[in-house]
C-alpha cells in the first residue's frame, strides 16, 4: 500500500474491486429498484467508518442504453453500509 492509502481522510486512487470491496457495494445496493449499477472500479476513505466512490455502468431494465454513474456509500465500522448519493455522470 502507499502512504496515500495509509493516511486517514485520504482517498485511495481508483482501483479493480476487491471481495469485500463488491460485497460493502451489494448490501448498501440492495433494494434499489429500477436503475441497475454495475461497479467498475472504487476508490475509499477512511473516516469513522469508511467512505466508498464507486464508478459504475448504470443500465434501466429494457432499454438498450446506459450512462456512467458515481455511488458514493458510507460504511460505518458497525452496521450495515449504506447508499449516501448517486451522481450521473
Known amino acids: 500500500m502507499t502512504a496515500q492509502e495509509h493516511f486517514v481522510g485520504g482517498w485511495t ?5 476487491t471481495s469485500e470491496d463488491k460485497k460493502v457495494f451489494e448490501e448498501a445496493i440492495a433494494g434499489i ?18 467512505n466508498y ?7 434501466l431494465p429494457g432499454s438498450p442504453g446506459s ?5 458514493e456509500i458510507y460504511a ?14
Open 76 to 89: 460505518p465500522t458497525k452496521g450495515k453500509p449504506h447508499v449516501t448519493q448517486i451522481i450521473r455522470v
Open 33 to 50: 429498484v429500477g436503475v441497475k449499477y454495475t461497479p467498475k472500479e472504487v476508490s475509499s476513505q477512511v473516516v469513522n467508518g469508511t
Open 67 to 71: 450512462w456512467k454513474a458515481i455511488v
Open 13 to 17: 486512487p481508483y482501483h479493480p474491486l
Open 53 to 59: 466512490r464507486y464508478q459504475t455502468e448504470a443500465t
